[in-house]
């Protein structure tokens, strides 16, 4: 994703929300107690936003973790998460369509609602470039269960700023296009979390918020609520071939 203003992530960033993705902490939690990360891995969080996901992956597997953000108030965020923990880890500023890392650098990638919001011809290359062979990705990503008419898909692309939308096959695809040699496609019943009713703290419902904040949340209820047979998300496991 390049250096451009998003409306909906600017206010992700203003309200401080940990885990905007789908299925928020308990999911990001339940992904990571099921995976034998060891010590000894180099692990990279795409889209780090605060450093939640990172610091738990710090905190529960003791392994190398990088974070990597391209809005400054998220790394900001999280580079002060990082330096009050027990487990620090290290936060990049930059974009997950131009990863600033060497080649093979990581054992294992962690994307939530992040990739979506880039140009998957130039992320999921990068992905796989910095990742070592044997590694996995997992990426908790929006996905539609059936192709929109354009008039609707429109909208929701230009209410989330995401290039386009895609169904789990055109996912599939795209990660095998770039490299990936064995996909699998999960859902967050696959995990058996429990799922919050909504991704958002509490905090934005008690705060005050600003006529901008409120509009563009007022635009995700209904846009959550008018296309919710149709929007949805799922969790793509891709390897790298040894």
């Known amino acids: 994703m390049n250096e451009r203003k998003n409306r909906y992530i600017d206010f992700l960033a203003q309200l401080g929300v940990d885990h905007a993705h789908p299925g928020g902490r308990s999911l990001s939690e339940a992904i990571i107690r099921t995976l034998p990360i060891q010590a000894v891995d180099d ?36 580079k002060k998460r990082s330096e009050q923990s027990l487990n620090p880890f290290r936060v990049v500023h930059g974009s997950a369509e131009s990863l600033p890392f060497r080649d093979k650098a990581f054992d294992w990638l ?6 979506a919001f880039t140009h998957l011809s130039r992320s999921l290359p990068e992905y796989f470039r910095v990742l070592r062979s044997g590694g996995q990705l997992f990426a908790v990503e929006m996905t539609v269960e059936q192709k929109l008419p354009e008039q609707d898909k429109r909208k929701i692309c230009d209410f989330y700023g995401v290039p386009d939308l895609y169904t789990t096959t055109e996912w599939e695809n795209q990660l095998k296009k770039s490299g990936f040699f064995e996909v699998h496609v999960l859902e967050g019943k696959d995990f058996f979390f429990r799922q919050k009713i909504s991704e958002f703290p509490l905090s934005l419902i008690t705060k005050r918020l600003s006529e901008e904040a409120l509009k563009i949340w007022m635009g995700h209820l209904a846009t959550v609520n008018t296309y919710q047979s149709v929007l949805n998300y799922r969790i793509y496991h891709a390897m790298k071939k040894n």
């Open 43 to 78: 692990v990279l969080d795409i889209g780090c936003g605060t450093g939640a996901t990172a610091q738990y992956l710090a905190d529960q597997t003791k392994a190398s973790v990088t974070g990597i953000d391209l809005h400054p108030q998220m790394v900001k965020a999280a």
């Open 110 to 115: 962690f994307s939530e609602s992040v990739t």
